[in-house]
């Protein structure tokens, strides 16, 4: 089947050991078992799970490789923090922040079973993005153009986290929009998973006029 062909490549490209293998089988089971009560994810991209969006979180590790804590926002469907808390190495941990209580339950859930090292905060970014002061990565995935990333993300950014956002084609426009209110260390990391893709790699920020 195309799906396990899929499944294969993802997982060789990976290199991932064969009990992180059956972690994310687990996860992947996972989310199309509460996909039909939950809408997770787009229905469109179910099909496609493991290149859409096993690999598409994965290709974050190699950009991070020796990060032990890190934190995703607007985690969703756990893509891509719970994938990468999956996949990670035996020190990595992963906070997940979502507002939504409905996803927050998928999280925990899928998170107990694959024995992730999840930690998941029902709330909304702005009310906790403080707590996180020390983080060596924050990420988020589908969730805002840059420049409201990097609004929520500045107590982080400015104090030494990497920022990993994923883009698409519009990313040169996001970046411009940025740059009316940041000044942003940055480089763009072509997805491996999408052509027009860019992932924005932000090492230091701060506003337009400081």
């Known amino acids: 089947m195309a799906r396990d062909h899929d499944r294969d490549r993802v997982l060789a490209e990976a290199g991932v050991s064969r009990e992180t293998a059956e972690r994310l089988d687990l996860y992947v089971e996972q989310l199309r078992r509460w996909q039909s ?9 179910l099909a496609e799970v493991w290149t859409r969006h096993v690999a598409d979180a994965l290709q974050l590790l190699t950009l991070a490789p020796d990060a032990t804590h890190w934190l995703d926002l607007g985690s ?14 035996p020190d990595m941990s992963v906070d997940l922040v979502e507002s939504n209580a409905r996803k927050c ?20 970014i702005e009310t906790v993005i403080d707590r996180f002061q020390g983080v ?14 990097l609004a ?19 990313v040169d426009a996001e970046l411009t929009q940025a740059a009316t209110r940041w000044t942003v260390s940055y480089d763009l ?18 506003p337009e006029n400081s």
Do not use: M, Y
Request: positive net charge; contains cysteine.
């Open 152 to 170: 929520w993300t500045e107590p982080l950014l400015k104090t030494g986290t990497t920022g990993l956002f994923p883009k698409g084609r519009d």
């Open 76 to 89: 969703g469907a756990g893509i891509p923090g719970l994938i990468l808390a999956i996949a990670g190495g």
């Open 105 to 124: 339950a998928f999280l925990s859930e899928a998170a107990r079973l694959t024995g992730a090292k999840a930690r998941i905060h029902n709330a909304r």
């Open 136 to 149: 060596e990565i924050v990420c988020a995935r589908a969730l805002a153009p840059l420049d409201q990333l």
């Open 37 to 45: 009560v939950k809408n997770l994810v787009g229905p469109a991209t």
């Open 189 to 206: 990391v072509p997805s491996r998973t999408e052509s027009a893709a860019r992932i924005v790699r932000v090492t230091a920020l701060a």
